[in-house]
């Protein structure tokens, strides 16, 4: 296992590591940042704040967590020695079985030796005299690193609601995002779960099928869809490692890093049979509906016709139909919030044990020792489990204190929403990378595509400002400014933010609204970002290395750039 091999290592009788770059997190993109770093010569450290790799992987093991992209697509293409080696077993691969692979990923590539776990970041603060980044830990401890590249995942910041008395509750409390490493007993258990989206969905089923009662507490229903999910057969895989390559290359060009079929016309081009026999074949296959026609997204008339399909799903598979009612109010359009890859949940609606309420009409005010009160009734309960999301996309970053030129804080600069230049970098924060970070397609992709192609360019400036002798580099307001207002532009096309989403930064109270990601898709995104770095990297601004007496840090650098380039 990772959390055993893994070290932390220290430097010769100094209590502050010396870095060319610290990398944030030990999830995909930073397991994958160190790879990188090490094949350009860089001399690189992640610092994790969790006891094993994985990142989200590593936090999420809710019953039940299942990707919603196929096992095939949602892995590394670095590598075709890994793609060749590693064999998925189902379809859609479970949180065991991805972060087996990532474990596998480190001990392979001997990652290990560089993460040091259990040590969570508390700041980071930009040193202008040094050029460099000291990197403040949560033990008192600092690393000091020319470059730092945040990959500390989109959802990675837990969030439990407000809600007075839980910490008078004499049962055990559990959120799906702080899952406990060992499994959690619900035989005979009265079982409460706060929360409908993805870890809701996917929970509600497994639990059920022990527990002595479980009632879901349900603000706002979600769009869910039987995820279909099966035993992977050996013709299939055999199949796509004869063709990894080209289907990696597809992938890296299409508009959300999978290979489902594209849509090829407007929902208004098909008759009411051609609509219903492809929708009824995208649910049987298990395929997101969202992408049957071209305008689900952006044509509320359209969007309607796909929501109402699924609803009449629900309705044909939920018997009661007051639940049904409740299970099919969604107030916004399909796709707009995340849609859900579900097994059997609504199903599970039809078991006696299971019961639903309604907290739209009858809110949660309060919790007590013994389970939840609503303004219509109290519920008892031994388990109470928060499937209530993350501060996505910006809360892992903004929980840290990063202080950029002249004082700037990013939680200040921040404070109107994110704004980063391509979703990779922030004005007045030089030398300092987000992976999959705000502005860039992040969650609205496979995730995976994403990080390789973001770690890929972050490893190209590297190299590239080593055979420049260029010591800083950061992005500049203007293209900053610029880029922010494409990504407003973009989602203003579509339907996504009409609806209070946590891509809108919606279920967190306080935050801004703001759509975060990047709606032009993957190929697209790569094109621009490619066509950035074939301008002379357009829309940034270098420093080259000084040509002074270097201090002792930059002298360590300088040496260990030379080494590199030879």
């Known amino acids: 296992m ?74 590394y293409s670095f590598s075709p020695e890994l793609e060749q080696e590693w064999e998925w077993s189902t379809w859609y691969p479970s949180q065991p079985e991805v972060l087996s692979y990532l474990e596998h990923v480190a001990e392979r590539f001997d990652l290990l030796k560089d993460i040091r776990l259990n040590t969570a970041v508390v700041g980071a603060q930009w040193q202008a005299d040094e050029g460099r980044w000291v990197v403040e830990l949560a033990d008192g401890g600092t690393i000091s690193t020319r470059f730092c590249v945040m990959a500390t ?26 899952w406990p490493h060992e499994a959690v007993d619900f035989v005979g258990k009265r079982v409460g779960i706060v929360g409908t989206g993805s870890s809701g969905v ?71 049979e051609e609509r219903q026999a492809r929708f009824e074949r995208y649910w049987e296959l298990g395929w997101p509906v969202t992408l049957t026609y071209t ?57 006696d044990n299971v019961d639903l309420v309604d907290v739209r ?57 994110p704004r980063t230049y391509l979703g990779l970098s922030v004005a007045h924060f030089p030398n300092l990378f987000l992976a999959t970070g705000p502005g860039s397609p992040s969650v609205i992709s496979n995730v995976f595509v994403s990080i390789e192609q973001h770690i890929e ?39 996504y933010p009409t609806a209070a989403s946590w891509y809108m930064g919606a279920n967190v109270p306080g935050k801004p609204r703001v759509f975060m990601p990047f709606l032009g898709g993957v190929g697209n995104y790569r094109k621009i970002c490619d066509e950035v770095v074939t301008d002379g990297y357009r829309g940034f601004v270098f420093e080259p290395l000084d040509a002074q007496v270097p201090d002792e840090a930059t002298a360590r650098v300088a040496d260990a750039t030379t080494a590199a380039a030879r």
């Open 457 to 495: 360019w972050f490893s190209d400036l590297f190299a590239h400002m080593r055979d420049h002798n260029l010591a800083t580099v950061v992005a500049t307001v203007d293209a900053q400014d610029d880029w922010v207002s494409t990504v407003n532009a973009v989602a203003a096309r579509t339907l």
């Open 361 to 417: 009409t009858t809110p949660i005010v309060s919790i007590d020792r013994d389970g939840v009160n609503t303004t219509d009734a109290h519920y008892d309960v031994d388990i109470l489990i928060f499937a209530t999301g993350f501060d996505a996309i910006t809360g892992a970053l903004l929980a840290m204190d990063i202080v950029g030129e002249q004082g700037v804080r990013l939680r200040d600069e921040w404070a109107a929403g």
């Open 295 to 351: 305008d689900v997204s952006t044509d509320k008339a359209a969007n309607d016709i796909v929501a109402d399909f699924v609803r009449s799903k629900i309705r044909e598979i939920v018997q009661d139909p007051e639940r049904a009612d409740l299970l099919t109010r969604q107030d916004y359009p399909i796709g707009t919030k995340r849609i859900i890859l579900d097994t059997n949940y609504y199903d599970t609606f039809n078991r």
């Open 202 to 272: 996917q929970t509600l089923p497994v639990v059920a099928q022990t527990a002595a009662s479980v009632t879901l507490f349900q603000r706002t229903p979600g769009f869910s869809v039987p995820a279909r999910n099966r035993p992977l057969t050996e013709e299939e895989t055999a199949e796509v490692k004869a063709t990894y390559r080209a289907r990696r290359e597809q992938t890296r060009h299409s508009p959300g890093g999978l290979l489902f079929p594209p849509a090829e016309k407007s929902v208004f081009e098909a008759t009411p």
């Open 2 to 75: 990772a959390s055993s091999t893994a070290t932390r290592d220290a430097p010769d009788g100094d209590s502050a590591l010396v870095k060319d770059l610290v990398i944030v997190g030990a999830g995909p993109a930073g397991l994958y940042q160190l790879y990188k770093a090490r094949e350009i010569g860089l001399d690189a450290v992640v610092v994790e704040r969790g006891g094993g790799v994985g990142g989200t992987w590593y936090w999420n093991r809710y019953p039940g967590l299942v990707v919603d992209a196929p096992s095939f697509d949602y892995s």
């Open 153 to 178: 995942g989109c959802l990675s910041e837990p969030r439990a609601p407000e809600i007075d008395g839980v910490d008078t509750f004499a049962g055990r409390v559990l959120h799906t995002g702080t």
